[in-house]
């Protein structure tokens, strides 16, 4: 991956708060929530009930896609990203304590019983983007720079040739 690129997926991870996080339902059917979220690099961390139907999604199919946007005053300032990637239901200890600090810095206000991983019915997940598009009207209107995040993937979808 360009480091430039990297640098702006980066940047627009570190500075946004939410996402929207499309999920497969059962019935086969998408399903997207928005979710605040804290992220290490590229790797990206949220908690949400255990019991709720985006946990039961994700444990049924890995298969997530999701969206970041910043704020913009006009279209000429649009960037985000959106991503088709690999979630994960934290299970160990210290990954579970890494993402409660995570989320525990990015929201220090009212995020401590949460984060501590000692609430019952919390769980933690952990989102690997595999595919990720990166949009930048600064460039242009609709501009998108598509990237892989894996070793040789190249994004499959990408429609412009």
Known sequence: MDASIREEILSILDRANDMTLATVRQDGYPQATTVSYANDGLDIYFGCAADSQKAWNINRNRKVSLTVNLPYANWGEIRG?????????LTDPQEIARAGQLLLEKFPQGIAEYASGALEGVAFFKVVPKVISVLDYRKGFGHTDLVGNAP??????DHRG
């Open 152 to 157: 040789g993937l190249t994004p499959a979808w």
């Open 81 to 89: 990203i959106s991503a088709g990637g690999l979630a994960d239901c």
